[in-house]
């Protein structure tokens, strides 16, 4: 079973937006992982988020952490046709990683 | 090339034949993850190794399955009388103890395809 449920599925923004994704789960957590996958790719991992954080960056990504909400959001700024990918949040329990459905985000030129 | 290498990256079978897949993890990575993805939906978990122990089985991993990494080093995944159900993309992942807070690095995978 999946905990992390992305929303929106969907996204499609012009070059030079701004991508918000969201990403709730139900379960306590250690912390808390966005994945990006191209079509018919491994996953490449982008940033990790502690339990005990509520806000991280990383170049142009900046995730946060509600965890009185069991909630996150993954900000990309300034995107680019080459951020076009499925996004995933991931809950990690310890040992194990447990994915969302994803997010689908294209980015027009 | 020192990330994840997967093999075979295509498989093709018919159903109730076997079918095994490599895993080549990072090096010194003593955690190897195995996980099933199918067409869109996020990777589910279906077993993990630290060293050659496998400490945890999905339930997902029917007795069908079953999954080796006798020395610590590569893992091998092995399906037998595949279904059509079998159909996915299976990743691999590894990760190491000090590798901050459990961030775990993927190969490309295997899509797996049964007719």
């Known amino acids: 079973s999946q905990q992390g449920e992305e929303d929106p599925q969907a996204l499609s923004i012009q070059e030079g937006e701004n991508a918000t994704m969201n990403c709730s789960y139900k379960t306590s957590i250690n912390n808390l992982q966005w994945y990006r996958q191209n079509s018919g790719r491994g996953l490449v991992h982008l940033i990790l988020?502690?339990?005990?954080?509520r806000e991280k960056h990383s170049g142009r990504l900046r995730v946060t952490l509600d965890t009185s909400k069991k909630s996150s959001s993954l900000l990309i700024t300034a995107s680019r046709a080459a951020d076009t990918a499925s996004y995933f949040c991931?809950?990690?329990?310890?040992?194990?990683?447990?994915f969302g459905k994803g997010i689908t985000l294209s980015v027009r030129p | 090339d020192t990330g994840v290498s997967q093999d075979p990256r295509h498989k093709i079978t018919k159903r109730g034949q076997n079918v095994t897949f490599r895993c080549d993890p990072i090096?010194?990575?003593?955690?190897l993850y195995w996980y099933r993805q199918t067409l869109g939906q996020g990777p589910e978990f279906l077993t993990y190794?630290?060293?050659?122990?496998?400490?945890?089985k999905s339930r997902l991993l029917s007795d069908r399955f079953s999954a080796e990494r006798p020395k610590g080093s590569f893992s091998t995944l092995e399906i037998q009388r595949t279904e059509q159900g079998d159909s996915a993309m299976y990743l691999c992942?590894?990760?190491?103890?000090?590798?901050?807070?459990?961030?775990?690095?993927f190969g490309p995978g295997t899509r797996l395809t049964v007719l």
């Open positions: 090096s010194e990575h003593n955690r």
């Open positions: 992942a590894s990760s190491h103890p000090t590798t901050q807070y459990n961030e775990q690095f």
């Open positions: 988020i502690r339990s005990n954080e």
């Open positions: 991931a809950t990690d329990g310890g040992s194990k990683l447990t």
């Open positions: 190794f630290q060293n050659e122990a496998q400490l945890e």
